[in-house]
């Protein structure tokens, strides 16, 4: 079982629309953290959240700490959105890392 | 300001060899975390080091190991490599660690291929 589960795996939107990711753990966390993985590989580190809700541009990333649940919204989306976005939490027992597969993102002009 | 250095960017190894790749973080920033990227895996944390000490370690076998010198470089090291470890190698370096969290700056990685 992975302690990290991500939705959808892939998603393909038209520009502008609205595009919402979402995560979920099992383990107790001491942070979550939103990446960015563009085509060649490097990844850009979004938010990292252990309560609440923060925005920077079109990008919000909101978590439930109760339910267990993160979500990463895009709003109105661009081509140069087209990337894999990643979940990430910090595990507060071990300080290990676990990691998500993915979300294939799309966005078609 | 420059960004987390990883050299070299690719490497082709046989079988049985060992490698060390290395990584320097932004200046001021004391950690480095390594990670592993696979197709079939997806990335997995592989160790992570603060003023020299490792403060936690992933699931990987004994062969991967690691070590941060006092100006906070790193090196990882991968000795008898097998097929399997062919991967993208990120680290990330960050201000402080330790249980409360700060951002994570990445760099480009190191692509290494067995043959």
């Known amino acids: 079982k992975n302690e990290v589960e991500q939705s959808p795996q892939n998603l393909t939107a038209q520009e502008g629309e609205f595009i919402t990711i979402n995560c979920s753990y099992s383990?107790?966390?001491?942070?979550l953290h939103w990446l960015q993985q563009h085509p060649g590989g490097g990844i850009v580190s979004l938010f990292m959240l252990s309560s609440g809700k923060k925005k920077h541009g079109r990008l919000i990333a909101t978590i439930n700490i109760q339910e267990k649940h993160s979500s990463l919204h895009i709003t109105a989306s661009h081509p140069r959105d087209s990337a894999v976005y990643i979940c990430?939490?910090?595990?507060?027992?071990?300080?290990?890392?676990?990691f998500g597969t993915g979300t294939s993102l799309t966005v078609i002009p | 300001k420059a960004g987390v250095t990883q050299t070299p960017r690719y490497l082709i190894k046989t079988r049985g060899q060992q490698v060390t790749l290395s990584c320097s973080p932004i200046s001021g920033h004391r950690s480095v975390s390594w990670y592993q990227q696979t197709p079939g895996q997806g990335l997995q944390f592989l160790f992570e080091y603060f003023s020299e000490t490792q403060r936690n370690k992933g699931n990987f076998p004994g062969r991967f190991s690691g070590r941060q010198f006092s100006n906070s470089r790193s090196e990882m090291n991968v000795s008898t490599l097998e097929l399997g470890d062919s991967a993208l190698y990120l680290c990330?370096?960050?201000?402080?660690?330790?249980?409360?969290?700060?951002?994570?700056?990445f760099g480009s990685g190191t692509r290494l291929t067995v043959v």
């Open positions: 990430a939490v910090r595990s507060n027992t071990g300080n290990q890392f676990y």
């Open positions: 383990v107790g966390i001491s942070a």
């Open positions: 990330a370096s960050s201000v402080g660690t330790g249980g409360s969290d700060y951002g994570y700056t």
